[in-house]
């Protein structure tokens, strides 16, 4: 019996790709000897991707596309279309092309050979120096600080059996960071090396807002980073007030005749008030963010099935 391929794809303003992508998928796929799906993902769309992709659906049954009711982010996105994907393969990358689809048939041959994850591991990021940047300080220190041991230079593209997918799933939480939970399932991956493209066209939408978010994510959701910065720098500012404290009495007593006045003592507590907010600040976050987690809200919400046989329209 053929073994199943789904194609997970979120998508989001991809108006300018989308039929690109079909064609350049479809000359791969057709090659393999396997049969598979698409499992598009939209979340929020204003442009004419939905009804791109419903077009093509019309006429391919094997186009099919879960449209979210807003934007939800990607991490969501790409959890709704690991929800709804029934190949016996997963195949998550992005419509822009820059991970190429002629290197699906080397992710096929790979997890063939017993792995349950293959991650791709970009030669090359074809990006700006400031992003590429961005990219080695971010994977670094979350690699140190989290203990993930996250691959270098990883794509969006990997592979993923069912039993992966599954795995992954039973993971609920409302604060995803998807590279995170992927390795947190763990189990047998390994890494292949593909070429990095320019993206097809349009301009990519995860701008430094969104990295600052995934940044702040990833260090929230799987590292106690911050709380224990705030502890050590509570410890050297109480170390270095007692020293200042000593060396002001010493001063006094013996070496300077001053008197001290009220700006200095007002900066103090100001100083010392904002550590304190900063210190609450914190700590609440991480409250806040427990705080969602008990709500057990759904982690997407879906507006529209195509191809699905669920509230199609």
């Known amino acids: ?13 991809e108006q300018e790709v989308i039929l690109q992508f079909l064609k350049e998928t479809k000359e791969v796929l057709d090659t393999l000897p396997v049969d598979y799906e698409y499992v598009f993902v939209d979340d929020g769309s204003k442009d004419k991707t939905v009804e791109i992709i419903k077009e093509q659906a019309k006429t391919n049954d ?3 596309m879960v449209v979210l009711s807003y ?7 790409a959890t709704a279309a690991f929800t709804h994907a029934s190949g016996d393969y997963i195949l998550y990358m992005d419509p822009d092309l820059q991970d190429p689809p002629h290197e699906i048939p080397v992710f096929f041959e790979k997890i063939q050979q017993g792995y349950d994850l293959v991650w791709g591991i970009r030669r090359e990021k074809k990006d700006k120096f400031i992003n590429r940047l961005y990219s080695r300080v971010f994977w670094g220190t979350l690699n140190k600080y989290t203990g993930l041991e996250i691959p270098k230079g990883i794509a969006v593209m990997r592979m993923f059996t069912r039993e992966f997918a599954d795995n992954l799933l039973s993971y609920k939480e409302t604060n995803r960071f998807v590279e995170g939970l992927f390795m947190k399932v763990g189990m047998n991956y390994t890494t292949i090396e593909i070429d990095q493209r320019e ?5 990519s939408k995860f701008n430094f ?28 500012l109480i ?10 009495v010493i001063a006094r007593l013996f070496f300077i005749d001053y008197q001290a006045g009220w700006p200095s003592l007002v900066a103090l507590i100001v100083m010392g008030f904002g550590l304190q907010l900063f210190f609450l600040g914190i700590v609440s976050i991480y409250i806040g963010r427990m705080y969602r987690e008990t709500k057990n809200r759904p982690l997407f919400s879906v507006k529209e099935y195509v191809n699905l046989g669920k509230k199609e329209s």
Not at 1 to 13: D, E, I
Not at 71 to 77: I, R, S, W
Not at 240 to 245: A, D, R, T
């Open 1 to 13: 019996m053929r073994k199943k391929l789904s194609l997970a794809v979120p998508v989001y303003y």
């Open 62 to 64: 094997k186009i099919k």
């Open 71 to 77: 934007n939800h982010g990607k991490a969501f996105a």
């Open 199 to 203: 993206r097809f066209a349009g301009v």
């Open 209 to 236: 807002k969104r990295k600052m978010q995934l940044a702040f994510d990833a260090i929230f959701d799987f590292s106690e980073l911050p709380l224990k910065f705030a502890v050590r720098l509570g410890f050297f």
């Open 239 to 248: 170390l270095g007030g007692l020293v200042g404290l000593v060396a002001l």
